[in-house]
């Protein structure tokens, strides 16, 4: 099972980006999704997660009140709503899913991944 991610490019700070990922072949309800990012040189970091049936979400203290993760189960996708984006949010994000009941925040607990989009904030 592939993760397919899009929605990623380069912004001026204070703009705005959806990200987006698809999930085709996955029983899309059954998993726990999360955003995660990785910038140069530096490890892959949490960003959002959101449990099955959307009962918790989850947020690194960076991004809360700025970024809004959600889901679709209807259509196998899950979102990252990007607002206020500041220089220090450019990264390669990821999505990634795994069954676990818990949103956990280390890359090692997901089993499934994307391959990645690249976001870019210019100061």
């Known amino acids: 099972v592939r993760l397919v991610e899009s929605g990623g490019g380069s912004v001026p700070a204070g703009a705005s980006l959806r990200l987006s990922c698809a999930a085709p072949?996955?029983?899309?309800?059954?998993?726990?999704l999360a955003w995660f990012r990785q910038a140069p040189g530096k490890e892959r970091e949490f960003v959002a997660g959101?449990?099955?049936?959307?009962?918790?979400?989850r947020y690194t203290d960076s991004v809360r009140g700025r970024f809004s993760i959600s889901r679709d189960n209807a259509q196998n996708t899950v979102y990252l709503q990007m607002d206020s984006l500041k220089p220090e949010d450019s990264a390669v994000y990821y999505c990634?899913?795994?069954?676990?009941?818990?949103?956990?925040?280390?890359?090692?607990?997901?089993?499934?991944w994307g391959q990645g989009t690249q976001v870019i904030v210019s100061s």
């Open positions: 072949g996955l029983t899309f309800g059954s998993y726990t």
């Open positions: 959101v449990s099955r049936r959307t009962v918790n979400k």
């Open positions: 990634a899913a795994d069954v676990t009941y818990v949103i956990e925040n280390s890359p090692t607990a997901y089993e499934y």
